[in-house]
């Protein structure tokens, strides 16, 4: 059963200080990386990383802030090994803010590397699980969780299992059976793993059809336990690339790419995202870029971030699309460069994690800071634009929306509806109607049919050159 609500007109409204904060530390010492980082239900920031104590021993690190990221508590040693390396923790948030942390176990030795879990309940932590158990060698976890509360876990086995990935399913405090999705020696890492409201899994991976030293980007999925076959992106791809999904479950991709062949060859940042079952043609925002990381809020506006090189240093560059057109603003510049990338949000704000090494010193501390989403609220159905109105009802309605417009101009009348990252969910030519009052019964699908996702939808309708638009909210269960 699906859920209508029509506002009749919303427009979004934008904090006075649309504005990154001034930076918070929550680590600094000796080296810090691959962190990873998930905000729960409470607004509750968790976040992992790997803290260097010396060579060939490292430590697992986690650390909370109840207030947005400006206070972090004390680092805990999850693992509290005493003299081997750990390393690429992952976290993912369960039900009940069940908190899921994956690492790399013993890295110096890869004959005996395994992926472990711990959980965490808010009050105590579980003792360690090892993942890929009887599959030494394994290493580079990645964590999804359905919407039922099943957790996957992910991971890369350089040995047995050579070109492809692993996984297996955790619920009810046990492991399911270790699952091989691909045969062969196509597949080579899986960098993102995300559900979506329908509980389909949208993958980003890096494939190698050779020993090249560059792979290619790909997209695969898994609906009900079956694995679809892979769909080629880019072509001289590296492991700086992310993913993410938006209201009407479509996956947004930004990567990496080297774009000569020339030495050191030239790269730049490419996005692309799936629309009307095609991927959109790639677009190139920025040159001699590293460290791309995408994140789309709760108003589906994309948000990318990377690192640039400039003749100076490094930059921070936050680009964001508006009316089909990219603007990309520097955050904060340094010498020296970034690394640590991760982009979260909530209802309220963005967090970008990151790390900075300090001139001169050996030293990455581990730092965030936070930016503010936009909100959104609601105006008088009774604006009038161009002699063109339009009013939808019934608010809320179960299963179609009346779209009911009036004018008294002449002209062709398009009906489009978007959704807010400017994608055509539905479009057609109404009737031509002179009679002023006429209507028009949307059922909630796309052209093809398909029922649409929760969601923020525009509607609008175009008569000559008058154009009104209204917003709809489409709340459903598919």
């Not at 030494?136 to 890369?156: C, K, N, Q």
């Not at 510049?333 to 970008?352: A, H, K, V």
Request: charged share 15%; proline share 3%.
């Amino acid at each position: 059963m699906s859920i209508i609500i029509a506002l009749f007109f919303l427009i979004p409204f934008v904090a006075s200080s649309q504005e990154w904060s001034e930076p918070s530390t929550i680590f600094s010492g000796s080296i810090n990386r691959d962190a990873d980082a998930v905000v729960d239900s409470n607004g509750h920031l968790h976040v992992v990383w790997a803290h260097m104590v010396s060579d060939n021993y490292w430590k697992i690190l986690y650390s909370k802030s109840v207030d947005k990221g400006q206070t972090w508590t004390e680092p805990f040693d999850v693992v509290r090994n005493t003299s081997l390396w750990m390393s690429s923790p992952r976290i993912a948030l369960g039900k009940n803010n069940m908190l899921y942390v994956t690492y790399d176990y013993n890295t110096a030795n890869s004959a005996n590397m395994f992926v472990h879990m711990k959980t965490f309940n808010g009050t105590s932590w579980s003792p360690s699980k090892v993942v890929s158990e009887g599959k030494p060698a394994s290493y580079y976890s990645r964590l999804a969780v359905d919407t039922s509360g099943i957790l996957y876990v992910f991971w890369y086995n350089s040995i047995t299992d050579v070109g492809t990935f692993l996984y297996r399913t955790f619920h009810n405090d046990e492991f399911g059976n270790i699952v091989k999705p691909y045969g062969g020696s196509i597949r080579h890492f899986l960098q993102v793993a995300k559900f979506d409201k329908n509980n389909r899994l949208h993958c980003q991976g890096l494939i190698k059809f050779s020993n090249l030293y560059y792979s290619k980007l790909a997209y695969f999925s898994m609906n009900n336990g079956v694995w679809s076959d892979y769909t080629i992106i880019s072509d001289s791809a590296r492991t700086h690339s992310d993913m993410d999904i938006d209201s009407l479950n479509n996956p947004h991709m930004v990567w990496w790419k080297v774009t000569s062949s020339a030495a050191p060859p030239a790269n730049g940042t490419f996005y692309s995202y799936f629309n009307n079952m095609v991927w959109s043609t790639p677009e190139c925002l920025a040159e001699d870029s590293e460290w791309q990381i995408l994140n789309i809020d709760k108003n589906d506006k994309i948000h990318l971030i990377d690192i640039e090189e400039k003749d100076n240093g490094f930059s921070q560059v936050h680009y964001t699309k508006s009316n089909g057109q990219w603007t990309g603003d520097t955050i904060f510049e340094n010498p020296t460069r970034f690394g640590n990338n991760i982009l979260i949000s909530d209802d309220s704000l963005m967090y970008l994690f990151y790390g900075v090494s300090n001139t001169g010193i050996n030293n990455n501390s581990l730092l965030v800071k936070s930016y503010p989403v936009s909100s959104i609220s609601s105006i008088s159905q009774n604006s009038q634009e161009n002699n063109l109105s339009i009013e939808l009802y019934p608010n809320p309605s179960f299963d179609k929306v009346t779209i009911k417009y009036v004018t008294n101009m002449l002209g062709n009348r398009i009906l489009s509806i978007y959704n807010l990252n400017g994608n055509i969910a539905y479009n057609t030519f109404l009737e031509d109607d002179y009679n002023g009052l006429s209507e028009f019964i949307w059922n909630g699908c796309t052209m093809k049919g398909e029922r649409l996702p929760s969601g923020i939808y525009l509607v609008q309708i175009v008569v000559g050159t008058s154009v009104t638009t209204r917003s709809v909210i489409l709340m459903s269960n598919y």
